[in-house]
Structures are given as C-alpha cells and as structure tokens.
C-alpha cells in the first residue's frame, strides 16, 4: 500500500491561485493565478505538473 502524500511542506508558500505539483510530488513546478497562466508556465518550461488549488491552510491536504 502507498504512503500518504503530504503536500503541505512544499505547498505552504502558496495562499492564492494555482500551483502545479511535479509529477512525484516533491516540487512545486508552476504557478499562476489561473489554470491558464499555470499551464501556460508549464509550456513554456516543457516541465509536466499535477494542478492544486492554492490555499491559506494545507493541513488536511493529503493524497
């Protein structure tokens, strides 16, 4: 069975907007204040990331 992953150490920087987590969950890769400006930094660095919703409290964010 997988461990759960805790986001909130690499994410805790991160109040607003969104934040593309690299594919192993160990960096933030991407950021933007739209899905659009995220994606758009993503292409621009040819870097692959999973979308998370930045916010002021990561504390149950696990996954």
Do not use: R
């Not at 461990?3 to 907007?17: A, D, T, V, Y």
């Not at 204040?33 to 692959?48: A, R, S």
Request: cysteine-free; overall charge neutral.
């Amino acid at each position: 069975m997988n461990q759960p992953i805790n986001l909130e150490k690499i994410l805790k920087n991160h109040k607003s907007g969104w934040v593309a987590v690299s594919k192993d969950y160990k960096e933030v890769v991407a950021t933007g204040q739209t899905i659009k400006e995220v994606t758009d930094n993503l292409e621009k660095t040819g870097k692959e990331g999973v979308l998370v919703p930045a916010a002021d409290n990561y504390q149950n964010f696990v996954t």
